[in-house]
């Protein structure tokens, strides 16, 4: 009991001085490239977006796929260049936040879209994403390494989502891929309300 009580102290107190914390790239201690790779891994609102446009790409069919597998890395790396050439001092996390939240809310709905259209959402979210990154590797002065790793993973997780879903079957597992865009969707609503909580 003494030790739950001066646990629960410890942490009170632990929230006083904490430093307040700064978009960074993770470091792995492999290099720039892999650094890159785990940036994308423990950033919920890249990763989640990700997998949302990855899915929604494969419920259109695999025109639409094609699109994304390319038009997604291709947009988030030019973004990136720009970001980090150019970081800006707005903060990205408001529209990083939407575009995910949007792009897992069309999964749940399994919206119908044009293959051009499934292909702008992609390049819009893959260039405000990849602003965002841009912006972060710039302040943590990492090299071009580091944003061809997050385009790599990108790539990859965009091929191996998108080609499973574009195979699956009528039934139960589409509707699998319909409520983990919801979750999705519901994981950014949640993350736009605490924004709205912590806001000015």
Known sequence: MKATKTLS???????FVVAPAHAHL????????????????VTPADLLVVIALALFSGQQGAGA???VVFALPVAWLIG??????????????LLTTVS????????????????????????VAGALHGLAN?????????GSLALAGVVSVIFFLT????????????GWPQIVVR??????AATGLLMLGWLAQSGP
């Open 159 to 170: 091929v191996i989502l998108s080609a499973e879903v574009t195979a699956l079957p009528a």
């Open 179 to 184: 409520v983990a865009g919801s979750w999705i």
């Open 65 to 67: 796929a094609r699109y």
């Open 100 to 123: 995910f939240a949007l792009a897992g809310a069309l999964v749940a709905l399994n919206a119908r879209v044009r293959d051009v259209g499934v292909a702008a959402l992609a390049v």
């Open 26 to 41: 993770v470091e792995t201690g492999f290099g720039a490239f892999y650094d890159g790779i785990a940036h994308v891994a």
């Open 80 to 93: 990136g260049i720009i970001g980090a050439r150019w970081p800006s001092t707005a903060t990205w996390f």
């Open 134 to 142: 841009g912006a972060a590797m710039a302040s943590s002065g990492v």
């Open 9 to 15: 102290t410890l942490a009170v107190l632990g929230t």
